[in-house]
């Protein structure tokens, strides 16, 4: 089965820090671009990060310099760091795969995983 | 960065009905434009990539049209299953942006 898993989520106080990881199985992991894609409670959708298969990196200006994205082929993981967490950031994240032949188009999205950034 | 508006917020329809779905880009994204659908409490799932291709599995009743910046998600006869939220998303550029979404309801 084609599956994406997201783990780490969970409450932090402002200025805190958190990984998420996300594990992929039932497809080519390592031939894939990854993504992570948030939804604020209530809200919609916001694109976060892009990581190719070679690893090129991409943000979205919110959390620029605050998130680091990466990747274990060997793995089959996907991880975000997230530092210098602010109430802003509290949202459900989604791991995206995109689809093998058309660019930034997600085909397979994890369950999610909540984080609450409170004091 | 390109900003997607979707219209209506909401559209109210009956099991059956035509739904006509609206995205609107602050700038031209020749075809690059990606439908998905979100039911509540689910994960979004893929409908429509590159304005008018069809996903995997997607039933025909789901169709889209559209080039540079105004775009029509349409479904032909709503089944049970389609009241959902529907948003748009652009992949011509940097950053990448999704539209604000439209809710699809029962009437």
């Known amino acids: 089965e084609v599956q994406l898993v997201e783990f780490g989520g969970g409450l932090v106080q402002p200025g805190g820090s958190l990984t998420l990881s996300c594990e992929a199985s039932?497809?080519?992991?390592?031939?894939?671009?990854m993504n992570w894609v948030r939804q604020a409670p209530g809200k919609g959708l916001e694109w976060v990060s892009h990581?190719?298969?070679?690893?090129?990196?991409r943000y979205a200006d919110s959390v620029k310099g605050r998130f680091t994205i990466s990747r274990d082929n060997a793995k089959n993981s996907l991880f975000l760091q997230m530092d210098s967490l602010r109430v802003e950031d509290t949202a459900v994240y989604y791991c995206?795969?995109?689809?093998?032949?058309?660019?930034?188009?997600?085909?397979?999205w994890g369950q999610g995983t909540m984080l609450t950034v409170s004091s | 960065e390109i900003v997607l508006t979707q219209s209506p917020a909401t559209l109210s329809l009956s099991p059956g009905e035509r739904a006509t779905l609206s995205c609107r880009a602050s700038?031209?994204?020749?075809?690059?434009l990606i439908w998905y659908q979100q039911k509540s409490g689910q994960a979004p799932s893929l409908l429509i990539y590159?304005?008018?291709s069809r996903a995997t599995g997607i039933p025909a009743r789901f169709s889209g049209s559209g080039s540079g910046t105004d775009f029509t998600l349409t479904i032909s006869s709503l089944e049970p299953e389609d009241f959902a939220v529907y948003y748009c998303?652009?992949?011509?550029?940097?950053?990448?942006?999704f539209g604000g979404g439209t809710k699809v309801e029962i009437k």
């Open positions: 995206a795969s995109e689809l093998e032949t058309t660019y930034h188009a997600f085909d397979i």
């Open positions: 039932g497809f080519a992991f390592s031939g894939r671009r």
């Open positions: 990581i190719s298969r070679e690893s090129g990196i």
């Open positions: 700038q031209s994204i020749d075809n690059y």
């Open positions: 590159d304005a008018s």
């Open positions: 998303q652009q992949r011509r550029s940097w950053p990448l942006t």
